[in-house]
């Protein structure tokens, strides 16, 4: 939601001063904003992993082939679409950039962030580090960046450490709920009644995955990702075990999953956030079929997912 807000709220007025229709100015950004879920190093990705005890290097490392999958699908979706209907977003004269000066801004804005995500995959994916440890390298590289930029200063040192500490005093108190959530369940027997009654069913496992789906779109229409993934991963990794299927591709699953459901409508929260932020005058309606599109590419990808784990699972399995 926080993507969704500082994306829409930079980029919407520009967007629509060069005549870009509603549609095209709000359904790439609340799908673009969303995405961030399924770009490792994801916050809610690691949450996950712990919870479900499931491997957070080989879950980060198994999200990337879908995550930029999604990137080329919304990306060729916005291309071919906008070709198809160019008053959609109206073509418009934009100012010569001498080519050195590209190389240099690339160097010098693009470079730096991607070799953090760079860095902390890489040494996870090739064992070097632990993702504890190539966490603290990322931190350490992004230190060192703010110092060659100028900007390590006090007051910046003591904002940072001091949020930091405050999300990681969250996710602990987070993760000592859940771990509270499923000793209760499984002291009353819950969780060996859920997994009993769901395997028993006589239906196909691949209905049993799909419902388990239904129910995070629907319970994400509600709440915020990480009580969805607090509530539902005690009750759900039983089963997942119990149905013999790999950890990580079904945490991969649930992640997108919970990206999608922020933008479901109606009452995906993101939807709201766009609201807030949209020109005077935009209806929940445009809203929701501005997202609409980008909801069936999500489905598109899942189902991807779903039927080929190899897209999963590749990554991961180099790792071993």
């Not at 939601?1 to 994306?7: C, K, N, P, Q, T």
């Not at 999604?70 to 004269?93: E, F, H, K, M, N």
């Not at 904002?159 to 000793?183: K, N, R, Y």
């Not at 945490?251 to 005077?280: C, Q």
Request: with cysteine.
């Amino acid at each position: 939601m926080g993507s969704v807000a500082m994306l829409g709220s930079t980029l919407v007025p520009d967007m629509e001063k060069r005549g870009y229709s509603k549609s095209m100015s709000y359904g790439p950004i609340l799908a673009s904003g969303s995405l961030a879920i399924m770009i490792p190093p994801t916050a809610l990705g690691v949450i996950l992993a712990s919870l479900g005890k499931i491997s957070v290097g080989r879950l980060l490392v198994g999200i990337i082939i879908p995550g930029l999958m999604l990137a080329g699908v919304y990306a060729a979706y916005i291309v071919i679409r906008c070709t198809l209907q160019p008053s959609l977003a109206p073509a418009y004269d934009v100012s010569p950039t001498p080519l050195g000066r590209r190389i240099a801004d690339t160097f010098r804005y693009v470079v730096p962030l991607v070799s953090v995500i760079v860095i902390v995959i890489g040494t996870i994916f090739f064992g070097v580090a632990t993702p504890t440890e190539a966490a603290a390298v990322g931190a350490l590289f992004c230190f060192l960046l703010a110092m060659a930029y100028g900007k390590l200063t006090w007051s910046i040192t003591k904002e940072a450490v001091g949020t930091t500490t405050s999300i990681a005093v969250m996710v602990l108190i987070i993760l000592t709920g859940s771990a509270a959530f499923s000793q209760i369940l499984a002291f009353t027997g819950v969780t060996a009644g859920i997994t009993n009654l769901v395997v028993d069913l006589p239906v196909h496992p691949i209905v049993i995955l799909i419902l388990m789906q239904v129910v995070l779109v629907f319970l994400g229409m509600f709440i915020e990702q990480t009580s969805i993934v607090l509530v539902t991963i005690p009750i759900y990794m039983p089963i997942v075990n119990a149905l013999g299927w790999d950890p990580v591709w079904f945490g991969a699953i649930m992640l997108l999953n919970l990206e999608l459901a922020t933008i479901s409508p109606p009452f995906g929260l993101s939807l709201f956030v766009m609201k807030g932020i949209a020109s005077p005058g935009t209806t929940m309606g445009e809203i929701y079929r501005a997202a609409l599109p980008f909801v069936g590419l999500n489905l598109l990808v899942m189902a991807l997912m779903i039927l080929f784990p190899a897209l999963v699972l590749w990554l991961p399995g180099l790792m071993d």
